[in-house]
């Protein structure tokens, strides 16, 4: 009796685990970089676009960010050099202006291609990050904790 109490949840978090795999392709084994968003991103301020990988990095021949902003018309290409597995770009205002930042990584290694972010069919596309006022989103936070 003992053993099937513990065997039923074991079971049935097995079972839930297997769905939300099939679902979602950014929880595949296969991921192998990870990239979290800085929330807010305000307008005027520097931000630092942090990407993070499991990939050792002699096995890394090139590492990527393509990065534009409403106000450029192509993507540009900054080489990354990653520290520990962590690769960061540091967006500047003053040298790439805009209201909208759009982004994607990428790494090459061997006959490999690894990119974030990716839709959920697994597809890379890249984020996109709206520029937002620091006034008025402390004004809004201030009236939505009234």
Known sequence: ???????????LFAQI???VRDDDPSLFTNQRIYHAPPKPLFKGRSH???????????SVESAILFF?????????EFPLNG????????YDPKI????HLQYYFVIKSGTNIHGTPVNDRGE????????????QHFKQKARLNQ
Not at 48 to 53: A, Y
């Open 17 to 19: 685990e297997k769905q």
């Open 48 to 58: 630092n676009l942090d990407f993070v990988t499991n990939i050792p990095k002699d």
């Open 124 to 135: 890379l596309t890249p984020m996109n990050k709206l520029l937002i006022d620091p006034v």
């Open 1 to 11: 009796m003992l053993k099937l109490v513990f065997f039923i949840p074991f079971l």
């Open 68 to 76: 534009k902003t409403d106000s450029m018309k192509y993507y540009q």
């Open 83 to 90: 520290d520990h597995g962590m690769y960061r770009f540091k």
């Open 96 to 99: 790439h202006p805009g209201t």
